[in-house]
């Protein structure tokens, strides 16, 4: 028995070695097993970049309702604007949620000249004074204190002031700061003004920073010289990379279908996502995801814009 053994040791050896080398190349070539597989779900045809926000409600229900279907794009999270739009430009996302005004800057930034919009997530505009959350303030007690607004010929400034006088309020003892509306939530945190004037979405941020609303007009609309509706109105916008236009017509028609959902089902697909308690969500309007119209084409210029039919 020892001598056949002995014989048979070469070939035992060489089995060992050959199953080795197998392992090894597995390792190295693992696309050879999905491949087999062949299941679209574990590979995406599209990656969308996106950062946690109160405004994403139809990216996150359009996402809940893909599960258990072939995916045709799947969500990342990645983080801030900044973060999504060097992915955008590296190559490493296909799309993503960006900030209007990031999204504006990076369209015109070196390598984001391939980039396109192809649609926008909007909430409602109007007009809300968001007061520091340390301080115990009515409208009345505004005189000697400083608001942020965004310019002197702002909409929202001149409705606030119009309602604030109406309702007795020295409005030319308010003192005011101009300033981007990107800038006001900062500098609410940082104790540098007293209350900010801002567009519906700011407000909704600022509140879940724990800032308090004083005031709420949700009948202005956008569209003066401060505030251009196509822009204004729309708080981030999908911007994807340039190439393959049918490939993102399924997450077009997916957030355009969530966007069509009874506003309970977005809202519970944000508090799902993010935590947020349901009342809460409940007193505001949810956002809504649009198609680029002809508004946006003339404000960022046909070449900037992926139009899906």
Known sequence: MDRKLQALAPWFALLFTAILLCAACQKKNPSQGSAQAGSPQSSPALRIGYGDSPLLGPLYAAD???????????????????????????????????????????LKAPGGETLKVAGAVQFPYGATLVIRKDLSIRLGDLAGRTIAAQEPDCKLLHQFRKDARRLGVDVDRIR????????????????????????????????????????????????????????????????????????????????????????????????????????????????????????????LGEGRCLVLR
């Open 176 to 299: 005011t700061r101009f300033m981007s509306f990107d800038e006001m939530v900062p500098a609410l945190e940082a104790g540098k003004v007293d209350a900010v004037l801002v567009k519906g979405s700011y407000a909704v941020l600022a509140e879940h920073l724990g800032h308090k609303v004083l005031y709420q007009n949700w009948d202005i609309k956008a569209g003066d010289e401060c505030c251009p509706a196509a822009l204004a109105q729309s708080d981030y916008f999908l911007v994807v990379r340039g190439g393959a236009v049918e490939a993102f017509k399924p997450v077009v028609q997916s957030l355009l279908a969530a966007s069509a959902l009874p506003p309970a089902e977005l809202r519970q697909a944000v508090g799902k996502r993010l935590g947020y308690a349901r009342e809460d969500l409940e007193r505001l309007p949810t956002a809504s995801f649009v198609a680029v119209g002809d508004d946006l084409r003339k404000e």
């Open 64 to 106: 809940e309702r893909q599960a258990g279907r072939t995916h045709a794009w799947q969500a990342v999270p990645i983080g801030s604007g900044g973060d999504i739009g060097y992915s955008l430009i590296s190559g490493t996302i296909d799309a993503g949620f960006v900030e209007t005004a990031k999204a504006v800057k990076l």
